[in-house]
């Protein structure tokens, strides 16, 4: 993996046009909203829930691109596209990556905040 | 309806994420718009029943009810069909853009939303929506309320329908002489008070005043909008206006100002209601043999000396509510047969 965990140029321009101040608090709504949306990927993957499965996998998409976290947009966006029943199949394996590279983004949001 | 002329406006922004929720918000609220957010289409929608806004931000993918049913239920909504919506996801696919714009929405971007781009877009929004407020206000003003609805809810088209309905003519005697013995500024005057005081009688019996010119107006009582007893209503209309034109006379007798009189003529029956002119320019009227019987009935009070002159088929309708005097077969010029003509005596209580 080459990219950065934030793409620099998406945060900066984000800080830009928001204020940082507010970017700050943005990241750490982003920081306690996260860790549900990955909870809600595994208990509706647990549930047979599709519906939940790609709103859930949209929105950390989303916010992921937002904060220019471009391998986790990318590895959630799989998860959107394919859903649930290729999820299933797959097991917890791609959720457990998508974990783990949250732990990165989320180290380097928490730097980039105190920053 | 607030001004949004000069860029203030205030926008629901509508997405279930928190983070989308909140940028979207600020990025609004640095373009001095106000904001007020919702979690789901469903709160959107009691909150857009409940407060006035310029503008929605309608995310697609959201729990309870998504965007798609929110653009379906304001299109079904005739207060809030004409709100703007801009479509803000990262839904993918052209399909999705596509379903939006088909639904209604006037804009589709995604996110993360590039926030020049989001001013340019909302400012066109708020912009077409004025101009469409002022269509409505001018409507509004230049057509009655009953042309403004059905405008409203069956949209323009040029082209009638038929409908049972009566038609009433109305003008003011000897007006020329007058207008001329006066300065013009006093003719309106004069003009404006007798108008007001004519829309007034009109719209309280269900009319709808469909044409004025110079001193003479038309009404339509039974359309667009139907109405079940539209023969006595016309009727009632009518005596109520020749009131008001006398308390209107002795008012400017008393202050040293010829006085006035009206003659009125009605007819009843069935006729072409709808929008006539070209798509550009028209006007709501009705046309057929009814409409030419009132209007000659109206001319025919001057030469029968009375005020409210009615054709057979309004005076069957009356039955005896109302005092009618027979005049007998009159023929009229574009009228094969003689037509049997009533007067109605206006000193007679309503």
Known sequence: ?115 | MRDVRHGAARLLVVDDNKVNRLLLARNLELQGHSVALAENGRVALEMLRRESFDLLLLDIEMPEMDGFQVLEQLAKDLHLRDLPVIVTSSLEGIDNVVRCIELGAEDYLTKPVNPVLLKARIGASLEKKRLRDQQKELVRRFATPEVAQDLQESGFALGGKRVRASVLFSDIRDFTPLAESQPPEETIDLLNTYYTLMFDAISTHGGVVTHIAGDGLMAIFGAPLPLPDHCASAVRAALEMIELVEMFSRERAAAGKPQIRIGIGIASGEMVAGYAGTNERATYTCIGDTVNLAARLEAHTKVARRAILIDGTTRTALGERVMVEPLGPVPFKGKAAAVDVFAIDPSQKR
């Open chain 1, 1 to 115: 993996m080459t990219q950065p965990t934030i793409d620099s140029a998406t945060f900066d321009e984000l800080k830009e046009t928001a204020g940082a101040e507010f970017v700050n608090e943005l990241v750490d709504t982003f920081l306690a909203e996260a860790p549900l949306m990955l909870a809600d990927l595994r208990s509706a993957l647990a549930a047979g829930d599709a519906d939940r499965f790609r709103r859930a996998a949209h929105s950390l998409k989303s916010n992921s691109h937002t904060f220019g976290a471009l391998a986790l947009g990318a590895l959630a966006r799989e998860l959107e596209l394919t859903g649930l029943d290729h999820a299933l199949k797959a097991g917890t394996q791609r959720l457990d990556a998508l974990a783990l590279e949250y732990s990165r983004v989320a180290a380097a949001l928490t730097e980039l905040r105190h920053a």
